[in-house]
């Protein structure tokens, strides 16, 4: 996570500690939970590659709970643009689920609902709303990690599951892939001779 004394590791954060959001405001921590749960096809991570959606975004190879929210379409500055769920852009390549037995999750609630850094990757984080928090923590007991909670009080993005806004940017990750092979495939002239 970004925090205003640089990264640090989620499982390291504590009520009262701060991260930086997207924006560039600084948020309080104000409830942690560590949730270790049976992985299955709902609960198992989603493994988003180091660069997946551009240029180090993610900065290191990052697993998300798979109906985390990413922002995708915003300005340069993080406004504007639209969450869409980590299991709508799982395209087999540079984001996948990650097959394992277990996982334990750290969630983390900040004091106004906000973008989060997670690696530089724009995620959303919920607010610590006492009455909205305590409807979607029973819904998420119910539902488990897989939930989306598409009515969350406070939320300053819409969220889109599918359509024509989740297929462009489907598109735009395919494309920084390909890119990606490319710049790796690239030969330098330079250094390129043949044996007599």
């Known amino acids: 996570m970004c925090t205003p004394r640089g990264d640090v590791s989620v499982d390291r954060l504590r009520v009262g500690d701060t991260v930086?959001?997207?924006?560039?405001?600084?948020?309080?921590?104000?409830?942690?939970?560590?949730?270790?749960?049976?992985?299955?096809?709902?609960?198992?991570?989603?493994?988003?590659?180091?660069?997946?959606?551009?240029?180090?975004?993610p900065r290191r190879n990052t697993y998300i709970p798979p109906k985390y929210t990413v922002l995708v379409g915003a300005d340069m500055d993080n406004t504007g643009g639209v969450l869409?769920?980590?299991?709508?852009?799982?395209?087999?390549?540079?984001?996948?689920?990650?097959?394992?037995?277990?996982?334990?999750?750290?969630h983390l609630k900040i004091a106004v609902c906000d973008i989060l850094l997670v690696e530089g990757l724009p995620i959303e984080g919920t607010a610590s709303r006492r009455d909205a928090f305590e409807a979607m923590a029973s819904k998420l007991i119910s539902e488990g990690p897989g939930y989306v909670a598409l009515g969350w009080i406070g939320r300053d993005h819409p969220i889109v599951l599918s359509g024509p806004l989740v297929e462009a940017e489907r598109g735009r990750l395919e494309a920084v892939f390909a890119a990606s092979l490319c710049k790796?495939?690239?030969?330098d002239a330079d250094s390129f001779w043949m044996a007599d």
């Open 20 to 57: 930086l959001t997207a924006t560039g405001n600084i948020q309080s921590i104000v409830w942690v939970e560590l949730r270790s749960v049976i992985c299955d096809d709902t609960t198992s991570p989603v493994r988003v590659r180091a660069g997946a959606f551009g240029s180090d975004l």
């Open 184 to 187: 790796q495939c690239e030969w």
């Open 84 to 106: 869409v769920p980590m299991t709508s852009l799982i395209n087999g390549t540079t984001i996948t689920r990650e097959a394992c037995a277990s996982v334990t999750y750290c």
